[in-house]
């Protein structure tokens, strides 16, 4: 018995690309969700305050994105936001960049691998879901600090 398999195309990079940002628009709520006073500081268990986290996302996004197209793999640089109005000034400004730089990797380079950030050795198109992966696992955490602090989250599904 033989098996034929099918090439099938699941997703434009268009697409790959608006679903990243209907992810960062949810994490933006969640962000928004967060009390001033608890961003920075509330943590459970050892983990990093959800601020922190928002920062490793921002380091991220616009940074693969970036590698990916050019295979100049640097950091997103920013200041230190001090106030969750600054990080979310820091989100919104990232978001045009990284649908700019996103929108400029060629499409040869999506499955080129390369070696990002001088660690991980994989296709572009890999790292990238990486970084919606990393994004989507740090929300979660997100979720359960606002829990924990008596506040229901945005829900998962709505991310408009």
Known sequence: MTTETATVNLVTAEAFLQNWQAHRRLTRKVIAAFPEDQLFTF?????RSFG???LEMIGMAVPVA???GTGKWGGFEYGKPGTKADLLALWDEQTPLLDEAFRA???DRF???TKAFD???MPGMVMLQYSVDNEIHHRGQGYVYLRALGIEPPVFWERD
């Open 52 to 54: 922190q986290m928002a």
């Open 66 to 68: 970036a590698g990916v």
């Open 119 to 121: 660690q991980w050795e």
């Open 105 to 107: 990797i060629p499409p």
């Open 43 to 47: 943590t459970l268990g050892g983990m």
């Open 111 to 113: 499955w080129l691998v």
